[in-house]
Protein backbone atom coordinates (compact mmCIF):
# COMPACT_ATOMS: atom_id res chain seq x y z
CA UNK A 1 0.00 0.00 0.00
CA UNK A 2 1.96 3.56 -0.94
CA UNK A 3 2.01 6.32 1.36
CA UNK A 4 -1.30 8.25 -0.19
CA UNK A 5 -3.76 5.57 0.39
CA UNK A 6 -2.81 5.64 3.74
CA UNK A 7 -2.73 8.56 4.73
CA UNK A 8 -6.39 8.57 2.85
CA UNK A 9 -7.37 5.80 4.76
CA UNK A 10 -6.43 7.84 8.15
CA UNK A 11 -8.04 10.75 7.05
CA UNK A 12 -11.06 8.71 6.88
CA UNK A 13 -10.94 6.76 9.81
CA UNK A 14 -11.01 9.78 11.81
CA UNK A 15 -14.34 11.28 11.01
CA UNK A 16 -16.17 7.73 11.55
CA UNK A 17 -18.04 7.77 14.99
CA UNK A 18 -18.87 4.88 17.15
CA UNK A 19 -21.52 4.78 19.92
CA UNK A 20 -21.35 2.30 23.02
CA UNK A 21 -24.31 0.06 23.60
CA UNK A 22 -26.48 0.31 20.56
CA UNK A 23 -28.38 -1.31 19.54
CA UNK A 24 -28.24 -3.77 22.30
CA UNK A 25 -25.67 -3.60 25.58
CA UNK A 26 -22.34 -4.79 25.06
CA UNK A 27 -22.35 -3.58 21.17
CA UNK A 28 -19.71 -0.77 19.95
CA UNK A 29 -21.56 0.16 17.19
CA UNK A 30 -19.96 1.81 14.04
CA UNK A 31 -21.75 4.71 12.27
CA UNK A 32 -21.25 5.08 8.63
CA UNK A 33 -23.63 7.52 8.23
CA UNK A 34 -21.05 9.76 10.39
CA UNK A 35 -18.39 9.54 7.57
CA UNK A 36 -20.57 10.48 5.02
CA UNK A 37 -22.17 13.10 6.34
CA UNK A 38 -19.69 16.07 4.78
CA UNK A 39 -19.34 16.30 0.92
CA UNK A 40 -15.40 16.21 0.53
CA UNK A 41 -15.35 12.35 2.66
CA UNK A 42 -17.86 11.16 0.60
CA UNK A 43 -15.58 11.65 -2.78
CA UNK A 44 -12.71 9.98 -1.20
CA UNK A 45 -14.58 7.01 0.25
CA UNK A 46 -15.93 6.28 -3.07
CA UNK A 47 -12.15 7.00 -4.99
CA UNK A 48 -10.65 4.97 -2.57
CA UNK A 49 -13.08 1.89 -3.20
CA UNK A 50 -13.17 2.46 -6.84
CA UNK A 51 -9.64 1.92 -6.82
CA UNK A 52 -9.74 -0.82 -4.28
CA UNK A 53 -11.70 -2.60 -7.00
CA UNK A 54 -9.86 -2.09 -9.90
CA UNK A 55 -6.47 -3.00 -8.40
CA UNK A 56 -8.44 -5.91 -6.81
CA UNK A 57 -11.25 -7.46 -8.78
CA UNK A 58 -10.76 -5.98 -12.49
CA UNK A 59 -13.15 -8.64 -13.90
CA UNK A 60 -16.23 -7.28 -11.74
CA UNK A 61 -19.52 -7.69 -13.85
CA UNK A 62 -21.93 -6.92 -11.18
CA UNK A 63 -21.79 -5.06 -7.74
CA UNK A 64 -24.54 -7.01 -5.31
CA UNK A 65 -25.11 -4.24 -2.64
CA UNK A 66 -27.05 -5.37 0.52
CA UNK A 67 -29.95 -3.69 2.33
CA UNK A 68 -29.79 -1.00 3.90
CA UNK A 69 -26.31 0.17 4.52
CA UNK A 70 -25.13 -1.54 1.18
CA UNK A 71 -26.77 0.29 -0.93
CA UNK A 72 -25.36 3.33 -0.15
CA UNK A 73 -22.19 2.44 -2.38
CA UNK A 74 -23.40 -0.13 -4.51
CA UNK A 75 -25.21 2.13 -7.18
CA UNK A 76 -22.41 4.51 -7.04
CA UNK A 77 -19.93 2.38 -7.48
CA UNK A 78 -21.81 0.42 -10.74
CA UNK A 79 -22.33 3.24 -12.15
CA UNK A 80 -19.02 4.52 -12.06
CA UNK A 81 -17.46 1.29 -13.20
CA UNK A 82 -20.31 0.92 -15.78
CA UNK A 83 -21.79 -2.44 -14.63
CA UNK A 84 -24.91 -4.02 -13.04
CA UNK A 85 -25.85 -3.16 -9.63
CA UNK A 86 -27.91 -6.02 -8.00
CA UNK A 87 -29.63 -5.75 -4.62
CA UNK A 88 -30.17 -8.58 -2.20
CA UNK A 89 -32.45 -7.61 0.43
CA UNK A 90 -34.16 -8.04 3.59
CA UNK A 91 -37.06 -10.84 2.95
CA UNK A 92 -40.24 -9.93 1.34
CA UNK A 93 -39.32 -6.90 -0.38
CA UNK A 94 -38.45 -8.04 -3.55
CA UNK A 95 -40.80 -8.93 -6.29
CA UNK A 96 -40.92 -12.11 -8.79
CA UNK A 97 -38.87 -15.07 -7.93
CA UNK A 98 -36.34 -15.21 -5.19
CA UNK A 99 -34.12 -17.60 -3.91
CA UNK A 100 -33.75 -16.77 0.39
CA UNK A 101 -30.57 -17.72 2.96
CA UNK A 102 -31.11 -17.69 6.63
CA UNK A 103 -27.78 -15.75 8.44
CA UNK A 104 -27.01 -14.62 12.17
CA UNK A 105 -25.71 -11.90 13.08
CA UNK A 106 -23.26 -9.57 15.60
CA UNK A 107 -27.26 -8.49 17.27
CA UNK A 108 -29.21 -10.63 16.03
CA UNK A 109 -31.02 -13.08 13.01
CA UNK A 110 -32.82 -12.62 9.51
CA UNK A 111 -33.49 -13.69 5.78
CA UNK A 112 -31.87 -12.55 2.88
CA UNK A 113 -33.42 -12.55 -0.62
CA UNK A 114 -32.51 -12.21 -4.24
CA UNK A 115 -34.13 -12.28 -7.73
CA UNK A 116 -32.99 -14.97 -9.38
CA UNK A 117 -34.09 -13.41 -12.84
CA UNK A 118 -31.08 -10.74 -12.28
CA UNK A 119 -28.52 -13.64 -12.09
CA UNK A 120 -27.07 -14.95 -15.64
CA UNK A 121 -24.63 -18.48 -14.71
CA UNK A 122 -20.91 -17.60 -14.02
CA UNK A 123 -21.56 -14.03 -13.45
CA UNK A 124 -18.86 -12.79 -11.73
CA UNK A 125 -20.53 -10.58 -8.97
CA UNK A 126 -18.67 -8.34 -6.08
CA UNK A 127 -20.54 -7.80 -2.30
CA UNK A 128 -20.30 -4.80 -0.98
CA UNK A 129 -21.30 -3.54 2.02
CA UNK A 130 -20.48 -0.94 4.67
CA UNK A 131 -18.92 -2.88 7.18
CA UNK A 132 -18.18 -7.14 7.90
CA UNK A 133 -18.59 -8.02 11.60
CA UNK A 134 -19.34 -12.04 12.09
CA UNK A 135 -19.43 -12.18 8.10
CA UNK A 136 -22.65 -14.04 8.44
CA UNK A 137 -24.28 -11.19 5.75
CA UNK A 138 -21.85 -11.57 3.44
CA UNK A 139 -21.68 -15.72 3.87
CA UNK A 140 -25.33 -15.89 3.27
CA UNK A 141 -25.30 -13.46 0.10
CA UNK A 142 -22.54 -16.13 -1.11
CA UNK A 143 -24.54 -18.63 -0.69
CA UNK A 144 -27.45 -16.90 -2.34
CA UNK A 145 -25.45 -16.27 -5.18
CA UNK A 146 -23.79 -19.14 -5.65
CA UNK A 147 -27.14 -21.27 -5.71
CA UNK A 148 -28.17 -19.15 -8.45
CA UNK A 149 -24.93 -20.02 -10.66
CA UNK A 150 -23.17 -16.65 -10.20
CA UNK A 151 -19.36 -16.41 -9.48
CA UNK A 152 -18.30 -14.83 -6.60
CA UNK A 153 -15.01 -13.15 -6.80
CA UNK A 154 -14.90 -11.26 -3.63
CA UNK A 155 -16.21 -8.36 -1.55
CA UNK A 156 -15.27 -4.97 -0.50
CA UNK A 157 -16.60 -3.49 2.92
CA UNK A 158 -15.24 0.26 4.46
CA UNK A 159 -15.05 -1.42 7.74
CA UNK A 160 -13.75 -4.74 8.95
CA UNK A 161 -13.94 -5.84 12.90
CA UNK A 162 -10.83 -8.27 12.77
CA UNK A 163 -11.47 -9.43 16.52
CA UNK A 164 -14.86 -10.87 15.13
CA UNK A 165 -13.12 -13.27 12.62
CA UNK A 166 -15.54 -12.95 10.06
CA UNK A 167 -13.13 -13.22 7.54
CA UNK A 168 -12.58 -16.90 8.23
CA UNK A 169 -16.01 -17.74 8.46
CA UNK A 170 -16.69 -16.44 4.64
CA UNK A 171 -16.44 -19.64 2.41
CA UNK A 172 -14.16 -21.13 0.02
CA UNK A 173 -11.92 -18.65 0.43
CA UNK A 174 -13.64 -15.38 -1.08
CA UNK A 175 -11.12 -12.56 -0.93
CA UNK A 176 -12.31 -9.83 1.29
CA UNK A 177 -11.50 -5.84 1.10
CA UNK A 178 -11.89 -3.61 3.59
CA UNK A 179 -10.51 0.10 3.72
CA UNK A 180 -10.49 0.76 7.89
CA UNK A 181 -9.45 -2.67 10.20
CA UNK A 182 -10.90 -2.28 13.85
CA UNK A 183 -9.54 -4.61 16.59
O1 LIG B 1 -20.92 -9.40 9.38
P1 LIG B 1 -22.27 -9.41 10.01
O2 LIG B 1 -22.23 -10.00 11.40
O3 LIG B 1 -23.28 -10.09 9.16
O4 LIG B 1 -22.72 -7.92 10.25
C1 LIG B 1 -22.57 -6.91 9.30
C2 LIG B 1 -23.89 -6.43 8.79
O5 LIG B 1 -24.66 -5.86 9.88
C3 LIG B 1 -25.14 -4.59 9.50
O6 LIG B 1 -26.37 -4.67 8.77
P2 LIG B 1 -27.78 -4.83 9.47
O7 LIG B 1 -28.36 -6.13 8.99
O8 LIG B 1 -27.67 -4.65 10.96
O9 LIG B 1 -28.69 -3.67 8.98
P3 LIG B 1 -28.78 -2.53 7.89
O10 LIG B 1 -27.65 -2.59 6.92
O11 LIG B 1 -30.09 -2.84 7.22
O12 LIG B 1 -28.78 -1.26 8.68
C4 LIG B 1 -24.09 -4.05 8.56
O13 LIG B 1 -24.61 -3.04 7.70
C5 LIG B 1 -23.69 -5.29 7.78
O14 LIG B 1 -24.57 -5.50 6.67
N1 LIG C 1 -20.64 -3.25 15.62
C1 LIG C 1 -21.33 -2.91 14.52
N2 LIG C 1 -21.42 -1.60 14.14
C2 LIG C 1 -22.13 -1.26 13.04
N3 LIG C 1 -22.79 -2.14 12.29
C3 LIG C 1 -22.72 -3.44 12.62
N4 LIG C 1 -23.24 -4.56 12.07
C4 LIG C 1 -22.87 -5.62 12.81
N5 LIG C 1 -22.13 -5.24 13.83
C5 LIG C 1 -22.00 -3.88 13.75
MG1 LIG D 1 -26.19 -4.07 6.62
Known amino acids: MDNDFENKIKELKSKIQSYPDFPKQGIL ?9 DGSTC ?5 LLVQTIKQNFPEVEAVIGLEARGFL ?22 PGVVESFKYDLEYGSDIL ?17 DLMATGGSITATANLLKT ?26 IPVCS ?3 YD
Open 113 to 129: EIQKNAIRPGLKCLIVD
Open 29 to 37: FWDIFSEIS
Open 148 to 173: CGAEVIGCVVVMELVTLNGRNNIPDG
Open 73 to 94: FSFSLAAELGIGCLPVRKKGKL
Open 179 to 181: LIK
Open 43 to 47: KLLQS
